[in-house]
């Protein structure tokens, strides 16, 4: 953004007349300003979600990490490593401190201990609400030392402004957003400042550092894998160039060491930091390294002709056992049937593995492709100005631009298999864009203040010249004193000297040939400022409409400007923690799984987590069964209760209904009987009168629509847009033993066995008809 | 319907009966009048008697005694008794009378005693009007247990048609107000009507002490049967002026239990009909100008509730987040803030806290309560004092220095203050352990290579400015044509120039032979000799215009002359200030 670096320039100028060092800490404590500006900012455009709603924890799984961190402070840390969740995956159960990313939980957990340590008495969940906007302000302050880092302080506060308010970065951390990646893209643009610190200084200070930012990034999110594989991919790039030095050497080798150490300290990573594949770009090129740096130090003492023996006969020998290492690697690796890489990293990989082979990964919205008009609502005009970004990067090339540049390579290839992964692209961007806007408003400024001083310097002969060739601006009578002003404006300049450590003199000449004629520049400008202000109006448009919805409640604007509030979530919930047993188990589509736990303490089957495929498919058979085969599926997992979502009658396109094929297909990768054609009627999926019978019989359609004909009489589904298939109907296993007020949410309870009939009993068992349906049953039910 | 219970309630009684008819009369107190009123219209039983004794005995009575069936006795919330004063029409509640438990000797033991003392004994003939009044909780009882959404809610209410007195009663009856719906059956003895909503039983005459007639009345109560289990108030007294009153409820409906199914659709169709024993909301009437109101439970805002306030009281309308049917529960928590001038009064050096004691919620049963009053740090002196029946306003004593309430202010004054003022030490001061170590030298070095920067830098913007003269003076030629005077301004600006450039000497060959300064060393260098060209492009440029001013050259010819000098001066200034500018870096 053009603000902060005018406003650096602005007062500046007067003081820069009267004494250098004085603008200098005039800069500085202007920078300061700037900087804590920008994090009030980026702070406060994430409490849209307060203010228009409430202090509350959003979606799915933030409730889950809400959960694990008010566990942490009430019975601290080791209890926490040692937690083994009764309530959820029933009959499983989770080993929680074992198989959760604990930075999140624990950075929160801290704050709080810290915070009522000094008697400010804030609740747990006040601390995770705010959790997410604090640390955007300090992802935006690292974003500033890395841009810094690489193209000086200008293009760095630009780039803080930018990723203040952009727009993917707001959607998963506004103020109860409660996830990993609110304090995950802190650390992954932390890491990245360390890395780039290290490789400019050489300092093995803050190499350790960068190991230790390393660390809690792997704490704080399964990304990690990105800088543990982007890292590499520079140090490779930058041998590959020749750019190889003692430089990239300490800040290569050290965090590979100690951040590989560090990382098996996780529980959650553990000997996965060795074993798997995500990692082995790492040690590969630690080796790479360590045979260059051998080289170059060989090539140090050795004479250019004893060299080039020794390279024949380093290389001869080294092929071969590179080629015997390859091959015991690819073995290893092969023998694996992931090939060593989990589901995830798979998809990112072949985008299509997913949908192919996991349809769980692929039934999560945020793990689809994003569309182009996406790219255009998360970053706005950033995409537009990283390419220039990039060619910024190009001139000219160092180290740390090179990194850059490679970061928005990877980050636009990620974020084009998943949406989930815009986040990893947003900090390159806004970097990207940073440089580029920094660049722009230099050159332009640059060439305003050329021209001034051209006009200036010859006032001796102003008079006379009026006729003159030159650009001569119409007012000339202060401009003696406005060039002076306008001299320290080119502070900004002095970024590129500092970072290009021999300051090139021939690119200076070059500079002044790259000036622009004056009407050109101040239109330019002006047109950046306009760039920049249409960015600030759609993050704030953003911020408030668009990502603020806690998703938990709903509003709707009714005709009279009123407010109506769905809040059948939190209704259903409540109803199930204050009017069920306290061991009960629900039944829900995994969706739901992590807010039953949370906020209605119940024991689920399954939950966000999706550790366990057979187990999800197993509630997704009961779901698609009929009424008979569900309720002994359930009844088999001590399910008591069978909560659904449905929407229909206020028009909520997200329930369960329309999940429902994602049920089937993963019911039906698991359990064969279940089959997706037989849900769909001529390859369309539909709930209407045309809707085969095995759709309209399945469990689902029955505790969706029970009694739902009564409301209007037609039964009209207001998200399908269609009358229901069928409409009346009873149900035999099943009871509604809660509605919530607009529908939304269903919970129904298993009926209890029917009493056993002697007389019966004895005529079914004779009966041939009932004891084959057994054995149909028998083939149905995974359970029995 | 209801015999079932009636008959099991009866036989309890009859044994009672039996233990009481074989106690001894007391004193010889007579009653000469009871008139109970019974109000069922809400969830609680609210009694209404009023007594008249007379002293037939020989000696005077200082207390009368007020006997309940201990199986009321535990459900008793409220118990006063009035003294009446005058007669007729002028008749006029008066002094409230001191109730307490008591414990008289030789009574039979299923029932409870509670004694009023009487300001002034009664003497021998005299008589006395009392107005009693108790309230019972839970005395409802629904009948039968367990109802389904569309069932309508019975209760039963038990009693005894006859005063249970320890003293004979000459003249009495009994008045119970129903709600305005069906009364399914009600004990029918000698001299009962029922008048539409109202049962009346007697005048009886002339019962000995002890008497007892049970009766069962079995009726239609639809009413918010609105219990909180457990109730936590919380005021929190801050002396900037705000009274904070938090308080958790856990909510359960006290009626018949629902059993089967429950239907969203009969709900919201016939809300009257399949939902009539369910309720909705609950009403709190709070103090007026009470400000801040909130509503929420463990997992975020209720966003059903509704508030109109007056001069009076703030009301405000809270539904929970469902319906509650039988035995459903629900918590929630609600919060406001009050003035602080309305409840903190200051007397005697002392403040008081005056606050009521239960729940602002109209028609709520509050089963056990937990009163918690936080005063402000540094409060001294606690006492309270409760004029304990309950639903009363209670007081809390406390001393209260005005100044301690800025004691938490001055505290963050000076953490921030110390904070500061260490960073100033910070800063100052010499960390430095070992004064003749190797970096230390290095450091003092430095900052002595810093200064001589510094002096170079300040020397040449001298320089720099004596230029500028210099320009100032060509500018004077072109105003006035003063070619000697020009000439006069050029000496001087060399002089000036030439002395100044011998200040500069000295410092740069300080800098040259300190090895610290190596590498700021080619920058500086380069520094002085561009000033130096600068300054003599800009004496050629200025001897060129006023050679061609002497020879009356035109504006375009002198142009022409100096053009390409002025490119370079430009590009000299331009290169200087970058240098200078990349020096401070440094």
Known sequence: MASPESAVNGPTMTAGAASKSLRNAFGGVIAFIILVLIGVLAFSIRLFSVIKYESVIHEFDPYFNYRVTQFLSKNGIYDFWNWFDDRTWYPLGRVIGGTVYPGLTLTAGTIWKVVNSLNIPLSVETVCVFTAPIFSAFASWAAYLLTKEVKGPGAGLTAAALLAMVPSYISRSVAGSYDNEAVAIFALVFTFYLYIKTLNTGSLFYATLNALAYFYMVCSWGGYTFIINLIPMHVLLCIVTGRYSSRLYIAYAPLVVLGTLLASLVPVVGFNAVLTSEHFASFLVFIIIHVVALAYYIKGILSPKMFKVAVTLVVSVGLAVCCAVIAILIAVVASSPTKGWSGRSLTLLDPTYASKYIPIIASVSEHQPPTWPSYFMDINVLAFLVPAGIIACFMPLTDSSSFVILYIVTSVYFSGVMVRLMLVLAPAACILSGIALSEAFNVLTRSIKFQLPGIAGNPSIASEENGSSTVVAPNDIPKTEEAAKEKPAKKNRKKEKENVEKKPTPSKTEKRLLVLPLEASVIAVLLLVLLGAFYVVHCVWAAAEAYSAPSIVLTSHSNDGGLHVFDDFREAYSWLSHNTDVDDKVASWWDYGYQTTAMANRTVLVDNNTWNNTHIATVGTAMSSPEKQAWEIFHSLDVKYVLVVFGGVVGYPSDDINKFLWMVRIGGGVFPHIKEPDYLRDGQYRIDAQATPTMLNCLMYKLSYFRFVETDGKGFDRVRRTEIGKKHFKLTHFEEVFTTHHWMVRIYKLKPQRNRIRGKTKKSKSSRSVSSKRDVRGKRNPWH | ?586
């Open chain 2, 1 to 586: 319907m209801g015999l079932g219970l009636g008959v099991m309630r009866t036989i309890e009684f009859l044994l009672l009966i039996i233990a009481i008819l074989s106690a001894p009369v007391l004193s010889d107190l007579i009653l000469s009048k009871v008139e109970r009123r019974i109000d069922l219209t809400s969830q609680i039983a609210r009694i209404a008697s009023t007594i008249k004794a007379e002293n037939d005995g020989s000696s005077s009575v200082s207390e009368i005694l007020l006997s309940i069936p201990e199986v009321q006795a535990k459900n008793l919330a409220y118990l006063t008794a009035k003294l009446v004063e005058g007669k007729g029409k002028a008749k006029t509640s008066g002094v409230a009378l001191a109730v307490e438990p008591a414990n008289p000797k030789g009574m039979p033991p299923a029932l409870s005693f509670y004694t009023m003392i009487l300001p002034k004994p009664l003497a021998n003939g005299d008589s006395v009007t009392l107005d009693v009044l108790a309230a019972f909780t839970h005395s409802l009882r629904p009948f039968p247990e367990k109802i389904t959404q569309a069932d309508i809610q019975l209760v039963v209410f038990q009693d005894t048609a006859h005063y249970l007195s320890p003293y004979p009663v000459k003249v009495q009856s009994l008045t119970l107000k129903l709600p305005d719906a069906r009364i399914e059956s009600y004990t029918k003895l000698e001299n009962t009507k029922g008048l539409g909503s109202e049962i009346k039983y007697g005048p009886y005459e002339n019962l000995p002490p002890f008497s007892y007639s049970p009766v069962a009345i079995h009726f239609e109560a639809n009413q918010a049967f609105a219990v909180a289990r457990e109730l936590v108030r919380e005021i929190e007294i801050s002396h900037w002026g705000n009274v904070q009153v938090t308080e958790h409820y856990d909510i359960v409906h006290g009626g018949a239990m629902s059993k089967g199914e429950f239907s969203r659709l009969d709900y919201q169709s016939k809300p009257q009909i399949r939902g009539a024993s369910a309720f909705k909301h609950l009403v709190a009437k709070l103090p007026p100008r009470a400000h801040s109101i909130y509503y929420r439970d463990a997992i975020g805002n209720i966003s059903t509730s509704h508030v109109r306030g007056d001069s009076k009281k703030t009301e405000i309308l809270i539904e929970p987040r469902y319906p509650l049917f039988g035995g459903w529960k629900t918590a929630f928590t609600i919060g406001y803030g009050l003035p602080l001038q309305d409840f903190v009064f200051e007397s005697e050096g002392k403040r008081f806290l005056n606050f009521s004691f239960g729940s602002p919620m109209h028609d709520l049963v509050t089963d056990s309560i937990t009163l918690k009053v936080v005063l402000p740090e540094g409060s001294k002196y606690l006492s309270v004092s409760t004029p304990f029946v309950v639903q009363q306003e209670e007081e809390v004593y406390y001393q209260f220095n005005a100044l301690a309430m800025l004691m938490e202010p001055f505290m963050l004054i000076t953490g921030i203050f110390f904070l500061f003022v260490t960073c100033i030490i910070y800063v100052h001061v010499d960390l430095s352990i070992s004064k003749s170590s190797a970096s230390y030298l290095a450091k003092l070095q430095w900052d002595d290579v810093r200064a001589t920067v510094q002096q170079i830098q300040n020397t040449v913007n001298q320089c720099l400015s004596t230029h500028e003269k210099l320009e100032a003076s060509l500018r004077d030629l072109s105003r006035t044509g003063d070619v000697q005077a020009c000439k006069a301004a050029r000496k001087a600006t060399d002089g000036l120039l030439k002395e100044l450039s011998k200040e500069l000497k000295p410092l740069i060959s300080f800098l040259q032979s300190s090895p610290p300064a190596a590498h700021i060393l080619p920058k500086v260098e380069e520094l002085v000799a561009k000033e130096r060209e600068l300054q003599e492009r800009l004496m050629a440029k200025h001897s060129t215009i006023v050679d061609s001013y002497e020879k009356k050259l035109g504006g375009r010819e002198t142009e022409n002359r100096v053009a390409s000098v002025q490119q370079k001066i430009v590009a000299l200034r331009q290169d200087i200030e970058d240098l200078m500018e990349y020096i401070d870096e440094i």
